[in-house]
């Protein structure tokens, strides 16, 4: 009696995919992208030239968001955008019914005449409670 055989051909196993530390570092950039986005937009822009009025004081505290910005030049600056007179008016009749408090972000050359003509307007508009945004002096 013969005996027929074949031979048995078992697949090779295929090497396995060496851990790989580019996904890690893809995953860290992509976050650090997200992070960048999201950080931008949380701020409006300042008008350009704007250096923050410093101070010595340490206590007090003003958020930076939904804040006005006085420049140099008088003007008054809301969410990255110069307000005119009308809108300058628009924005203390809306501000009039939403709160009392207000911060403001002072240029360090702005004149003491238009800050103070600032916070008399404030003042006849219902805001109880002004700061001002300024950064700590680094050699008071």
């Known amino acids: 009696m013969k005996r027929y055989t074949k031979p048995i051909h078992?697949?090779?196993p295929l090497p396995g995919r060496?851990?790989?530390s580019s996904l890690a570092l893809i995953n860290?950039?992509?976050l650090l992208l997200?992070?960048?986005l999201v950080s931008g937009t949380l701020r409006p822009p300042l008008p350009d030239a704007f250096e923050w009025a410093e101070t010595t004081e340490t206590e007090g505290e003003g958020q930076v968001r939904n804040t006005l910005v006085l420049t140099r030049t008088?003007?008054?600056?809301?969410?990255?955008?110069i307000l005119d007179e009308a809108g300058f008016e628009g924005f203390l009749a809306d501000l009039a019914g939403r709160t009392e408090t207000l911060s403001v972000q002072v240029d360090r050359h702005a004149k003491m005449e238009?800050?103070?003509r600032l916070a008399a307007r404030m003042r006849t508009a219902g805001v109880k409670g002004l700061s001002f945004?300024?950064?700590e002096a680094e050699n008071p």
């Open 28 to 30: 860290v950039v992509f």
């Open 18 to 20: 060496s851990a790989d």
């Open 133 to 135: 945004v300024t950064i």
């Open 114 to 116: 238009d800050l103070g």
């Open 34 to 36: 997200l992070f960048l």
């Open 10 to 12: 078992l697949p090779k």
């Open 74 to 81: 008088g003007d008054i600056w809301f969410e990255g955008e």
